[in-house]
């Protein structure tokens, strides 16, 4: 169950969640965004266009790279937020640290 993650620039990582964010895949999800800010990544999109899941140990790992990048200057941003994810934004009020954009691509722009 592995992400798909794309540079766009030197600065910026879309990571494509996939199906799920969850308690089987948060170590993966967090080792790999790590070794992406070592490289020199600051800006993360991540794209729940497919998501069904995300439960709270993946959302404490989305908020282990934000803790990570934001001393460094950088964002993580929610591209095309599926329904069961918009839930989860909703009840746990996520939505006040991470912005939101309709599409990845609506979100580099923002970005960049």
């Not at 879309?14 to 600051?42: M, P, T, Y």
């Not at 095309?80 to 580099?108: C, G, I």
Request: with cysteine.
């Amino acid at each position: 169950m592995s992400f798909d993650l794309d540079t766009t620039n030197d600065d910026t990582t879309v990571v494509h969640i996939g199906k799920a964010l969850d308690f089987r895949n948060a170590a993966e999800f967090k080792k790999l965004c790590q070794e992406r800010v070592r490289d020199g990544s600051r800006n993360f999109v991540l794209d729940f266009s497919d998501t069904g899941i995300l439960d709270s140990t993946g959302l404490g790992s989305i908020f282990s790279l934000y803790r990570q990048v934001s001393p460094l200057n950088g964002q993580v941003v929610f591209a095309a937020v599926s329904r069961p994810v918009q839930v989860v934004v909703q009840l746990t009020r996520t939505y006040k640290v991470f912005r939101q954009f309709p599409s990845v691509q609506d979100a580099q722009e923002a970005l960049n």
